[in-house]
């Protein structure tokens, strides 16, 4: 049959070439953002339990109602927000599914919908899926910051909605609360909705405070608020996360998810529910991370790369200016052929590529790993 793609031009993802490419030529892989640590035994062990008291069956669809309470308390306890479990917080099988499934509960075709880039690569996709259009505004180095009147001035009659991304991936940099401020006035003035994808929010480096979208009434009030278990708890491939969002949203959000994936892994959301009982258990997550951004950038001191301050994620970025004349694919392509170490170029994060030499590491890896891959770059490059 002849058929039509709605989404001809998208192939395989960066993420996966990259790695494919690392195990061809037996590299440290820091490309694709995964840890290659294990999760917390009593974390696993609480998800067993679950299986062999026989919660197996479908879970209600907006999702377990001790987890929606564990999600509550701790958005009160790091907000000082109260969110209703049951009008408000929907638990999804991943932040990529809250993402496709609050875009298409409110994206018609036609809408237009604004963009950071380098922009996660579910973005774009997903607003085209639902037959809108993308305007994306490319953030550049050093400081990769945003000029809120081009903003303002880039809202078409069509503007429906503003992604962002706090802390960013593969940016590593958070949003203050002038970005936040000047974010609400656009949203409020143009009448726009905003997805904010949070899933790096426990990962904030340096003293500094994630300030959600959460905080701001005028813009929780028309927000869609993503989150994920697995980058907090180190457990992606069990792919759950949770959306808040107000009560007319939530609404639309739920008629798209109870058809995309109707409920989520009953004994996961179990076990979470349980484990969250213990704040430290995502508290001391910023520390965690922030040992490890500095033990690899310190392991890098002396190689020709020059580091770009990561503020939050677990990625950093380094201009490879001293190091090579290639683009950023070419590059990253010569890195594992030559040197045995796999990291993710920026440019397919970008619709139009600026003139920029900057490739992505991943530092959520094992101490041995880290040192591993600087033992490869620091003298040879």
């Known amino acids: 049959m002849n058929i039509k793609s709605k989404l001809p031009d998208i192939g395989t993802s960066i993420f996966s070439v990259m790695s494919a490419m690392a195990r061809e030529h037996n590299a440290v892989n820091l490309s694709q953002g995964f840890p290659d640590y ?4 009593e974390l696993k062990a609480m998800m067993i339990r679950h299986v062999r008291n026989g919660e197996n069956q479908y879970s209600p669809m907006p999702g377990q109602p001790a987890l929606r309470s564990a999600i509550v308390k701790k958005v009160e306890l790091m907000h000082n927000v109260k969110v209703d479990p049951d009008e408000e917080v929907t638990v999804t099988a991943g932040a990529t599914q809250a993402i496709y499934t609050a875009v298409g509960a409110v994206i018609s075709p036609g809408d237009n919908v604004i963009i950071f880039e380098p922009a996660y690569d579910a973005y774009a996709p997903s607003v085209r899926s639902y037959g809108g259009n993308i305007t994306p505004i490319a953030l550049t180095a050093p400081d ?26 593969p940016l590593g940099r958070i949003l203050g609360d002038e970005d936040l401020q000047a974010l609400r006035d656009i949203a409020v003035k143009h009448d726009l909705l905003v997805m904010s994808d949070e899933v790096y929010e426990h990962l904030v480096f340096d003293g500094r405070e994630h300030l959600s979208i959460l905080r701001y009434p005028e813009l929780r009030n028309r927000a869609f608020a993503i989150f994920s278990f697995g980058k907090t708890f180190h457990a ?10 107000p009560p007319y949203l939530t609404k639309e959000f739920r008629r798209i998810h109870q058809y995309v994936t109707y409920a989520v892994h009953t004994p996961t959301q179990l076990a ?13 997550l910023p520390t965690f991370f922030q040992q490890k951004r500095d033990l690899f950038v310190d392991l890098m001191r002396n190689s020709a790369f020059d580091f770009l301050k990561s503020e939050g994620s677990y990625f950093v970025l380094a ?17 594992v ?6 990291v993710i170029p920026l440019s397919p994060f970008y619709t139009e590529v600026p003139e920029q030499r900057v490739v992505r590491f991943c530092f959520a890896k094992t101490e041995g790993v880290l040192r591993e891959a600087a033992g490869r770059l620091v003298g040879s490059l």
């Open 236 to 245: 992606t491939g069990w792919k759950t996360g949770y959306c808040i969002s």
């Open 38 to 41: 294990d999760i917390d035994e």
């Open 319 to 335: 201009d490879y200016s001293r190091v090579s004349d290639l683009d950023d694919m070419a590059f990253a392509e010569w890195l």
């Open 272 to 284: 979470y529910a349980e484990y969250m009982q213990d704040p430290n258990k995502y508290l001391t």
């Open 337 to 342: 052929n030559e040197h045995g170490v796999a």
């Open 144 to 169: 990769f910051s945003i000029d809120w009147e081009q903003v303002e001035s880039s809202i078409l009659p069509s503007t429906r909605m503003i992604i962002i991304t706090n802390p960013h991936n």
